[in-house]
């Protein structure tokens, strides 16, 4: 231990707290890169294609009127033989692209069709787009829940990373106002004008990382599904209707009528509803996120009840054309999402969030469910309707995605390309702090290298808060621990390569 060390208790607590922001930097920092790099892919990929080819363009009549949607559906159900329909998603404006979800034995594919004509545009396989698969790396690294475990992990280690950067930044600094803005003396040094930057730009963004952190694991398997998400969900029996149906009468209005008539609404079938099924099961396309995050878990109503009340007139038949007028009717404008009912006690669910680049504004979020049978509304939630951190999950996904309009997208981008500098200045503090005698093996060179310093007990207390909150956090540190005391502890490479 050098005599610096001996004499200044203060060196102790600092190397400690530095060395820990040196282990969970190096560990994090690849995949914080990741997260920001398919971050800035997807804020791309939404504002030009769309997220499923939603914003392709076609050229209006002048007319301006546009065909049955039945019509429409009719033409998406070629694409595939004998498929099925699962959803429409009406167009962001005149001059856009409705959509259809279409499945067939195997086969799901997202059609864009020309509203005015009932043409083909295109059709793709859903979820099969450039920003799919960069949402897919964002999520789990294309590892399933190994990679979810990572991501969620990076997260909670992030956290401990920023309480860790602010203690080692006040203390070189001692004021927040020298803490956010640079010294024109070390930005003229090469070394301290990378760990200015570092520092600084980190001290900025730290509020928005913790942020993005926090909104991000409420995603995640373990304390976003398992603890937060679950605790959080919306009360099914808020709506009223019952959890079973009382009674189905096949004999009323029925979905599935004859596609040639024009204003008929295609066939429907699929699995049946049961009282298990969620909103996030039912209505999400694959691993994509669709639902409201505080719905996710909820499950979903079913038709044949006798609840419900001010929907469709009892004298008009439920079809596609007609739940969609009835849909405007109610305020959805613009885009809006229609999942037809599936199954006997299915329901037609009309709803709009900004999460799905429906709307900016997350505040007007609106989720609609009709009984296929009777036409009644069983249930309407909008955003007043949740919980505390169901309307933070709301505004906290809308900033996370940028969907806000087009400011949000800039703050995005800086954000995400702060992050990667961040990420990158902290890699060029370590190449430049490595020893210079190319015959010793530096190994990951941590700070005050070769020397031990015992806890400091004061650290460990928001050290454990971190832990108890968020569960990947303490697998990861335990795991560390073990690592160290079975393995690194008791060879000497190892030492070497890591001490």
Not at 113 to 129: C, L, M, R, W
Not at 257 to 281: C, L
Request: positive net charge.
């Amino acid at each position: 231990m050098s005599r610096d060390t001996r004499q200044y208790p203060n060196n102790q607590r600092y190397f400690t707290v530095w060395r820990w922001h040196f282990y969970a930097g190096m560990f994090i920092a690849p995949f914080l890169i990741i997260l920001a790099g398919t971050g800035l892919g997807m804020l791309l990929m939404s504002n030009t294609t769309g997220r499923d080819n939603d914003r392709l363009t076609v050229s209006p009549p002048q007319s301006m009127v546009q065909a049955p949607i039945a019509n429409q559906a009719k033409n998406a159900l070629k694409t595939l033989p004998n498929s099925t329909l699962i959803k429409y998603i009406a167009p962001r404006d005149t001059e856009i692209v409705a959509l259809f979800q279409v499945i067939s034995d195997g086969h799901d594919n997202m059609v864009a069709v020309n509203p005015y004509t009932a043409d083909i545009v295109k059709s793709t396989p859903t979820n099969s787009g450039l920003y799919n698969t960069l949402d897919s790396i964002h999520g789990d690294l294309l590892l399933g829940k190994v990679g979810d475990f990572i991501q969620e992990a990076t997260a909670s280690l992030t956290i401990l990373m920023i309480l860790t950067g602010w203690y080692l930044w006040w203390q070189k600094r001692k004021s927040v106002k020298a803490m956010l803005f640079a010294n024109d003396a070390n930005l003229k040094k090469k070394r301290s004008f990378f760990r200015t930057i570092h520092a600084t730009l980190g001290t900025w963004i730290s509020i928005v990382l913790l942020f993005f952190c926090i909104s991000g694991m409420a995603w995640a398997g373990i304390w976003g599904e398992r603890i937060v998400q679950a605790w959080s969900q919306f009360p099914a029996g808020k709506w009223g209707a019952a959890p079973m149906p009382l009674s189905i009468d096949h004999s009323q209005h029925h979905a599935g009528m004859d596609m040639d008539n024009a204003d008929a609404a295609p066939h429907i079938h699929g699995a049946a509803a049961t009282p298990a099924a969620t909103h996030g099961r039912v209505l999400n396309t694959g691993s994509t996120k669709e639902v409201p995050w505080v719905l996710e878990l909820t499950p979903m109503p079913l038709s044949g009840t006798t609840k419900g009340e001010n929907g469709i007139a009892s004298n008009i038949p439920i079809m596609i054309d007609t739940v969609d007028r009835f849909a405007r009717e109610i305020g959805f404008a613009g885009r809006y999402q229609l999942n037809l009912p599936q199954g006997e006690t299915g329901v037609w669910t009309i709803s709009q969030d900004s999460m799905s680049y429906d709307m900016k504004s997350p505040t007007a979020d609106r989720t609609v469910h009709i009984d296929r049978y009777s036409g009644k509304i069983l249930a309407d939630i909008r955003f007043e309707d949740y919980n505390a951190f169901g309307k933070f999950m709301a505004a906290g996904a809308a900033i996370h995605m940028g969907t806000l309009g087009l400011w949000s997208v800039l703050a995005n981008v800086l954000f995400c390309l702060s992050v990667i500098a961040i990420c990158v200045s902290g890699y060029v503090m370590w190449w430049q702090r490595r020893p210079r005698n190319t015959n010793e093996i530096t190994g990951l060179n941590p700070p005050a290298r070769g020397q031990s310093f015992s806890i400091w007990w004061p650290f460990a207390i928001p050290l454990l808060v971190v832990a108890i909150i968020f569960p990947a956090a303490i697998i990861i540190i335990v795991a560390i621990a073990l690592l160290d005391f079975l393995v690194i502890s008791r060879t000497h490479f190892m030492q070497k390569l890591l001490k």
